[in-house]
């Protein structure tokens, strides 16, 4: 009985650390910009305008060393967008910049999209999984 017990719990310590390591792994492998969204339902809010509330999201693995002033114009150059900042340096963490965007009620979905591709986002993180961003619009919208 005593050698099932520890045959037990040694096999449920190793498959914490494949759990643990695996999951460690899926987040370092991601060099690619990425957004992480928890509802994508409750990411826009709309009052009585034609605008969205402003948004805040944080866009990950955009370098210390890299300017942010080329997103910042190509994405407030997109006909939908009513108003897109972005942080032009990393605050609290390394290599993530807060970015705050409006846009128009009229497809704003799709608005939300270009603004990921303009911004060279090739993932959307939802629920701790990676998500490229084709893949994700065809699917959760």
């Known amino acids: 009985m005593k050698i099932l017990a520890k045959l037990l719990s040694t096999l449920l ?3 914490f650390c494949v759990i643990t390591v695996n999951a460690q792994q899926q987040d370092t492998n991601i060099e690619d910009r990425y957004i992480e969204i928890d509802d ?13 509330e402003i948004i805040n999201f944080e866009l990950f693995n955009i370098y210390d060393n890299e300017s942010s002033k080329p997103v910042f114009i190509d994405v407030n150059e997109i ?4 108003k897109f900042t972005i942080k032009s ?8 910049r807060t970015c705050f965007l409006s846009v128009n009620k009229v497809n704003y ?16 993180k939802l629920n701790d999984t990676f998500i490229e961003i084709e893949k994700f619009f065809s699917e959760n919208i």
């Open 13 to 15: 310590l190793i498959m």
């Open 40 to 52: 994508i339902n409750s990411l826009f809010i709309f009052n009585n305008n034609d605008f969205s």
């Open 79 to 82: 006909k939908n967008v009513h």
């Open 89 to 96: 340096s990393s605050e609290i963490y390394e290599n993530q």
């Open 109 to 124: 979905l799709s608005t939300f999209r270009q603004v990921l591709l303009k911004m060279n986002v090739r993932y959307i």
